[in-house]
């Protein structure tokens, strides 16, 4: 069945850097755009990111453009983030989502599949 599993959450003082990963399986990851988005509490997710299905196109939201770097290894079925200069309202909840046939999309509801999401805390 498919799976997106992200990894690589945690704590950091602002400033800092992290990696999320997330591994996808059961579908065919080459064939997707992949994004992120993230969820604070009491907010709405919100859109951070999404790369292309080669890796040639990325679009970023506003708020991450300049700090944050989303990019895919088609080979492992992965997309990656990186994410330096973090604040503390970065702070959310992170989850990958694929989506087919569409390049630029930034609303959770285009996307056809969801990981888990995986826990980023900034502290100031």
């Known amino acids: 069945q498919v799976q997106l599993v992200e990894s690589g959450g945690g704590l950091v003082q602002a400033g800092g850097s992290l990696r999320l990963s997330c591994a996808a399986s059961g579908f065919t990851f080459s064939m997707y755009s992949m994004g992120w988005f993230r969820q604070a509490p009491g907010k709405e997710r919100q859109f951070v990111a999404v790369?292309?299905?080669?890796?040639?196109?990325?679009y970023y939201a506003d708020s991450v453009k300049g700090r944050f770097t989303i990019s895919r290894d088609n080979a492992k079925n992965t997309v990656y983030l990186q994410m330096n200069s973090l604040k503390p309202e970065d702070t959310a909840v992170y989850y990958c989502a694929a989506v087919a046939g569409v390049v630029y999309a930034t609303r959770s509801s285009q996307y056809d599949y969801w990981g888990q999401g995986t826990q980023v805390t900034v502290s100031s």
């Open positions: 790369i292309s299905r080669s890796g040639g196109t990325t």
